[in-house]
């Protein structure tokens, strides 16, 4: 029975980069955010999202998932209808995929929004990756077309670094690369321990 580790933080906080390197190291690791993207082209999927958004966040029929974006992120209460139609579909493929990894040691779920959604329970260790404030609004600025003021209210409407430590077994200071591999290498020392 392998160990999961549910590794999260806030937008910007490098969690990606660090479940890239967790992969890189032979861990499986499940994306939750491309799961979304992936279950979000199915047709029921899709289906649903028109229904419950309108058609106007669609161009020629391809979901337009900048617009749809405007829209729940904004406004809590569309962010939660989103997440209504989305989870399910994410958890049935986490479930599917989960079953083909059964023989390995320790597996990885990263998701951004892993407390909000309540998955937290379903994992035996939750890692926290963070960083400060600005450090993070710089990095969601070079990599996507955004404002400042849209990043802002995408860290607004997640839960805050000190709520995600507080339910926490490990955080990680994501500042400088190499000290963050190390303390992610330190960690997994302490988990295959511990085996």
């Known amino acids: 029975m392998p160990k999961i580790i549910g590794l999260t933080g806030g937008i910007g906080s490098g969690k990606t980069t660090i479940a890239n390197y967790l992969a890189s190291l032979g861990i499986p690791v499940y994306i939750a955010d491309d799961a979304g993207k992936k279950v979000m082209q199915t047709k ?7 229904e419950q958004f309108g058609a106007a966040i669609f161009d020629e029929n391809q979901l337009n998932r900048a617009k749809l974006a405007g829209i729940v992120f904004d406004n809590p209460n569309q962010l ?5 139609i989305v989870h ?18 320790i597996l990885v779920y990263e998701s951004a929004i892993l407390f909000e959604s309540g998955n937290y329970k379903d994992f035996d260790y939750i890692l926290t990756i963070t960083a400060p404030l600005e450090t993070r609004i710089e990095r969601v600025l070079k990599r996507e077309t955004i404002s400042r003021d849209q990043v802002l209210n995408r860290i607004n409407s997640q839960w805050t670094d000190e709520q995600r430590i507080s339910k926490s077994d490990f955080v990680v200071d994501n500042i400088d690369i190499v000290k963050t591999k190390l303390k992610i290498d330190k960690i ?7 085996q």
């Open 44 to 50: 029921e999927i899709l289906k649903a999202i028109k």
């Open 80 to 84: 939660k209808a989103l997440n209504a």
């Open 88 to 105: 399910p579909a994410v958890r049935k493929d986490y479930q599917d995929w989960l079953s083909q990894h059964q023989k390995d040691p």
């Open 188 to 194: 997994l020392k302490i988990l295959s321990i511990n």
